[in-house]
């Protein structure tokens, strides 16, 4: 298990390394005119630095003046220390901007996860249980329903039945106009209640295939020996399905919500920006479209990281809970 | 996937060793048996319909459509525009005589020597003289330079501006008042002025160069211009209180009313020009403001009047609002204007509407599915060529190519792929990419960054049946490596492969969408659905016009879903052990 687990992490840092070369590649192929125009239209806001300063920084971050791959050295021996620059937009230290944003990403990112389990895998092994009824059919056109509609137009969709046509909730933003004079206990519920759309808009996108897996691997266990014997046994169907078959299908689940897990801090750019919340996929979008070269590179390596993160924490939590897994 | 189909299919292996008629026909071929599970999935059904609805939509129907993708509709409105500027007068005109100038900067000078009751002012180097004509009424005189004279040896040359002649007893007085350094120098009568620049001496004479006043000429058509002679005769009878002019042996009658604040002039009893203290701009110039209106407008303003009535020439009556902001007041009016239609609602010509261009909705959705279901199958192709090659040849030959092979994957997984996609995407838009170029670079990166998952998939269905008793028979028989993997590993794989591209192509189409709906994927002129509902950035457009953006959203998903269900279908009837 240890020698596992070794393999899989060493194997992950020659990933990691790769990846990072890729990304910093994509940064030194960028027009120059491209990052000087950025810049030059970045220095030009209030309270900015000049554009001199900005594009020395550049340079000397990314070691812009030596070849490419001593050049990537010089900046991946600074990212590992998490010295990622200033931001151009924010005019911040990029890791300083992202830990002040990346609380609302994770705070969305971890209800709507929690939701999205409590829901889907019953409605998922529901469908299993009654397969070819009435349920069954209707648990999987939603859920494909979910993996089918774009999320941006199921969140303006959203926007419109209950903001604009019932005026429920705010159309943007975290908090209210009130927001201020609310009492400590009022705060919360009044950004609660703004968090309500982007969470069920996550929520009905993710579903879908979560709860289509849970059915897959359901009906699979169903149909395997041990269940037909714990039948033959005369065992109640209720612990049947709650115990001998639950715990079997819970394995390739765990492994699919470990992948997810790093995913809670990415960030949900499409819904974050569309009700501008300002976690850490609305920041980075505004400076992925404005040309904040700092901030994106960041970001990406941060994506990459996540990723990775998922992969190996599947395959850990695999031979963890299987062991099989660990023979081979 | 129905458990009877199963049963049916398997019957005839069961029973008896004969084979009669009755079972024979039972019997059919792994391809049919596909094709008969599929159409028998009633989900996978209506999935194949919706797909086929869609490409029918949007390749016939752009064909059948009666307008073009980028056809802008137009449409007359009556919008209220700025149609007159106005204010009283408060400050002196320059009116100059014919043949001479009256530079606007000396207005300033002008203002100051008549409120301080001077008769003289100087503006631009020169001297300016003013005498009074009447109330509010000055005629400037001033000296405008007729010839300079250089100094040679106690002698003058004298060079003359063209038209104009010096008589010599006028050189003479010149000399001496040089001589004598004196400013000035009479000769027959007429005044000369004299300055020094340097060594060459200008020589002017002081004449009559125009007239100030703060009345406002107006003439009663567009052909007759007033004269300056008319101008000046017709404010000196104002002022004199007579009711008849006589000008170059014309006589014009005056006509006055509220204590001469404007007057009417007539000739040969017509209306000819009117005088008043409002100044007043068309902001259109290329019309004529009749002498009624001005009248009409006049009074309206002078009553504090927020709107009137005037009947134009054609007898119709129209509105004008009238909007006064410092003594400054803005005459407006509905005018008949050629724009866009822009958010027409549904109606008989364009059945959803118009977008915020004018163009037809219909249309736009229609040539928008084309370009969406292209990229989706252009990208696709992509990903199958990389993905069944690189899974390929990792699957069949295995040991360290397959190891690099498979990190390589790895590392494509991590790379983050909308962050790449946006970053890509505003260097182009900083490029000013061409918008069909841009389409390549789309499908390009697209599949570049997504042929993973086949990739994958198709290394794991080789790695399999490698294994199998088949791969060895055909190892043990001798046939051919390529024949080995095109006629016997391929085929095998072919049906995870259709259904899975199945499935991606509905996602690439999400991808797609969300990209162009960013700004980042398509761009204008060209549609695409993402770029439809791009829209309801504007919250203007969401609020009021659904028609812009739910049609288009719609389809979207109308067009994922159907191929999820075909794909999901067409699983369940490749493989119908696994029930997925």
């Known amino acids: 298990m240890k020698k596992f687990i070794i393999r899989r992490l060493a194997l992950s840092v020659v990933i990691l390394f790769f990846v990072t070369f890729i990304i910093y590649s994509i940064e030194r192929c960028l027009p120059s005119s491209f990052v000087e125009t950025k810049a030059r239209t970045m220095s030009e806001k209030p309270g900015a630095k000049p554009y001199n300063e900005l594009v020395d920084e550049l340079n000397a971050a990314y070691g812009l003046d030596k070849t490419i791959i001593p050049g990537y050295f010089h900046w991946a021996s600074q990212a590992i220390r998490g010295e990622f620059g200033d931001s151009w937009e924010w005019n911040q230290p990029v890791t300083e901007k992202f830990g002040e944003v990346i609380w609302y990403s994770f705070a969305v990112g971890v209800i709507a996860f929690i939701l999205q389990v409590g829901i889907a895998v019953p409605l998922g092994i529901l469908a299993a249980r009654k397969q070819y009824s009435k349920i069954d059919y209707g648990v999987t056109i939603f859920a494909l329903i979910g993996i089918s509609l774009p999320s941006f137009f199921f969140a303006t969709l959203l ?60 009906l699979e266990v169903l ?25 079997n299908t819970l394995i390739p689940i765990i492994t699919i919500l470990a992948n997810q897990l790093p995913g809670l801090f990415s960030g949900a750019l499409i819904t974050e920006t569309l009700f501008q919340i300002p976690g850490i996929g609305y920041t980075s979008y505004q400076c992925l479209t404005k040309g904040d070269i700092p901030f994106t590179m960041f970001y ?14 599947a395959d850990i939590l695999y031979a963890v809970v299987d062991p099989r897994v660990r023979v081979n | 996937m129905k458990k009877e189909d199963t049963k049916a299919a398997n019957k005839h292996v069961s029973t008896s060793t004969s084979l009669d008629d009755e079972q024979r026909v039972k019997v059919l071929s792994p391809g049919a048996m596909v094709a ?30 009666p307008y073009r993708e980028d056809q802008v509709f137009r449409k ?4 209220l525009k700025d149609y007159v500027g106005t204010t009283k007068n408060n400050s002196y005109r320059l009116i100059p005589m014919e043949g001479k100038t009256l530079p606007s900067s000396i207005s300033a000078g002008l203002e100051r020597a008549v409120s301080a009751g001077e008769e003289s002012f100087e503006a631009n180097d020169t001297t300016y003289y003013l005498t009074e004509e009447g109330e509010e009424f000055y005629s400037i005189l001033g000296g405008s330079q007729i010839a300079t004279a250089l100094a040679l040896r106690g002698d003058y040359r004298f060079n003359e501006n063209e038209g104009t002649t010096l008589s010599d007893q006028a050189k003479e007085a010149i000399s001496e008042a040089i001589d004598n350094e004196e400013p000035t120098a009479e000769a027959d009568g007429v005044e000369y002025q004299i300055s020094q620049k340097g060594r060459q001496y200008q020589i002017s004479v002081v004449e009559e160069l125009g007239m100030a006043t703060k009345r406002v000429f107006s003439a009663a058509s567009e052909n007759n211009e007033l004269s300056y002679d008319f101008q000046f005769a017709v404010e000196k009878a104002i002022d004199a209180g007579e009711s008849e002019v006589e000008i170059d042996g014309i006589t014009y009658e005056l006509d006055s009313d509220n204590d001469g604040e404007s007057v009417m002039v007539f000739k040969d009893g017509e209306e000819y020009a009117y005088i008043s203290y409002y100044v007043m701009n068309l902001i259109q110039s290329s019309d004529f403001l009749s002498l009624d209106l001005r009248r009409e407008i006049e009074r309206a303003v002078a009553a504090g009047e927020s709107s009137f009535v005037f009947a134009n020439e054609d007898g119709t009556e129209e509105t004008y609002r009238i909007q006064s902001r410092d003594n400054q007041y803005t005459i407006r009016k509905y ?23 004018g163009m037809d909705m219909l249309t736009r959705l229609m040539y928008g599915g084309r370009i969406s279901l292209l990229i989706g199958f252009v990208v696709i192709v992509i990903e199958i060529v990389l993905g069944m090659l690189i899974g390929g040849i990792a699957g069949y030959f295995g040991g360290w190519i397959d190891t690099v092979l498979m990190r390589v994957v790895d590392i494509v997984i991590c790379i983050p792929a909308m962050p790449l996609y946006l970053i890509l995407g505003s260097v182009m838009d900083y490029l000013q990419v061409d918008p069909q170029l841009r389409i390549f670079m789309l499908c390009l990166i697209l599949g570049l960054i997504s042929w993973t998952t086949i990739a994958r998939m198709t290394r794991g269905q080789i790695l399999s049946l490698r294994e199998q008793e088949f791969m060895i028979a055909t190892e043990a028989t001798g046939i051919r490596v390529s024949r080995r993997i095109l006629k016997h590993l391929i085929p095998n794989v072919i049906p995870q492969i259709i259904v899975i591209s199945t499935m991606e192509l509905g996602s690439v189409i999400l991808m797609e969408a969300t990209l162009s709906f960013l700004g980042l994927g398509v761009k204008f002129p060209y549609a695409s659905w ?24 719609c389809l979207i998903l109308l067009t994922v879903l159907g191929f999820n269900f075909v794909g999901d279908g067409l699983r369940d009837a490749f493989d119908p052990k696994m029930k997925r």
């Not at chain 1, 990406?300 to 924490?313: K, P, Q, R």
Request: net charge positive; charged share 15%; glycine share 8%.
């Open chain 1, 300 to 313: 990406m390596t941060f994506i990459a990281f996540l990723t990775l993160m998922g992969t190996l924490l």
């Open chain 2, 36 to 65: 008969r599970r599929f159409f028998r999935n009633r989900l996978a059904m209506v999935g194949l319909i919706i797909i086929i609805c869609m490409f029918l939509f949007s390749f016939l129907g752009g064909m059948l459509s």
């Open chain 1, 223 to 247: 149909n395997a020996d041990y269940i037909r014997t714990a039948r033959a046994k005369g065992l109640p169907e209720s612990r049947v399905i709650n115990y001998h078959a639950f715990r």
């Open chain 1, 159 to 218: 926007k419109y039945v209950f903001s604009i046509k019932l005026g429920w909730f705010d159309l943007y933003g975290v908090v209210g106009r009130m927001h201020e004079q609310l009492s400590p206990i009022g705060q919360i519920l009044d950004i609660a209640k703004h968090l309500v759309l982007p969470i069920a808009t996550l929520l009905i996108v993710q579903m879908g295939s979560l709860m289509r897996y849970t059915r897959t691997n359901m």
């Open chain 2, 530 to 553: 993402g770029n439809i509902v791009n829209a309801v950035n504007d919250s203007y457009v969401l609020t009021n016009y659904w028609f812009v953006w739910i049609p288009a959203g």
């Open chain 2, 335 to 357: 005018t008949e204007t050629y724009l866009n239609d822009t958010y027409a609602s549904p109606s008989k010509e364009h059945w959803l509407g118009t977008d915020g261009n």
């Open chain 2, 76 to 79: 007359t409105d009556s919008v």
